[in-house]
């Protein structure tokens, strides 16, 4: 689907073809490694699916919402996921912030969506408490970082890290950063569709590249 109809609706670089496995897929499947079983998971402005739909097809447990505003993406979305028959997916025509006061999440992904201090404003209201934003970045992700401490400090951010990951499976490996929630829950624990707290985190910690 990606290589054809994600290139004919404009949602994939029609030199992107060829490398589509290792470059966006495997970049994004190696993610599930810093999730435990069974959270929630929003992916902010999906736009293709990546990392969202990937996300949901390599870990069924998981419960992938996939939030974009633009109606050829969503459209996109919502016909990969029906006839990828995946059941744990929701696809929301929307912003960010129309969600913010409203859903919270274990774990918030993107993938090359915006700056981080721009990330933050979007992201960090929808992840639930003891949770972590995880923006998939560039080389350039130590320095986005240190630019963003005035940012950080704003969402009274916990531990912020710079992680590889997939480095047995992609080269080269995905650089995630992940920020931590520490803020008071904005919705409490019962907003989740169980009803319960999520896992402790509900973000697996791995092996750091950095550390603020």
Do not use: Y
Request: charged share 25%.
């Amino acid at each position: 689907m990606l290589a054809t109809d994600g290139v004919t609706r404009g949602l994939i670089g029609p030199r992107e073809g060829g490398r589509l496995w290792d470059r966006h897929l495997l970049n994004c499947a190696v993610l599930t490694s810093l999730l435990v079983e069974g959270v929630d998971v929003c992916d902010v402005g999906s736009g293709a699916g990546l990392p969202g739909v990937v996300l949901a097809i390599r870990r069924p447990d998981l419960r992938v919402t996939l939030v974009e505003p633009l109606l050829r993406r969503t459209a996109f979305l919502s016909e990969a996921v029906e006839r990828l028959g995946l059941t744990n997916v929701e696809v929301m025509r929307a912003r960010a912030e129309e969600l913010q006061g409203h859903r919270e999440f274990s774990a918030v992904t993107s993938r090359a969506v915006a700056p981080l201090p721009r990330l933050l404003d979007w992201s960090m209201p929808l992840v639930r408490q003891g949770g972590a934003l995880l923006a998939m970045k560039g080389s350039s992700a130590a320095d986005e970082v240190a630019a963003a401490r005035e940012a950080l400090a704003r969402w009274g951010a916990g531990v912020v890290d710079v992680l590889t990951v997939g480095a047995d499976t992609v080269s080269p490996p995905t650089t995630v950063i992940r920020v931590e929630a520490t803020h008071p829950s904005r919705l409490g624990w019962d907003s989740g569709p169980t009803g319960a707290a999520p896992p402790e985190g509900g973000v697996r910690r791995t092996r750091r590249k950095g550390r603020r």
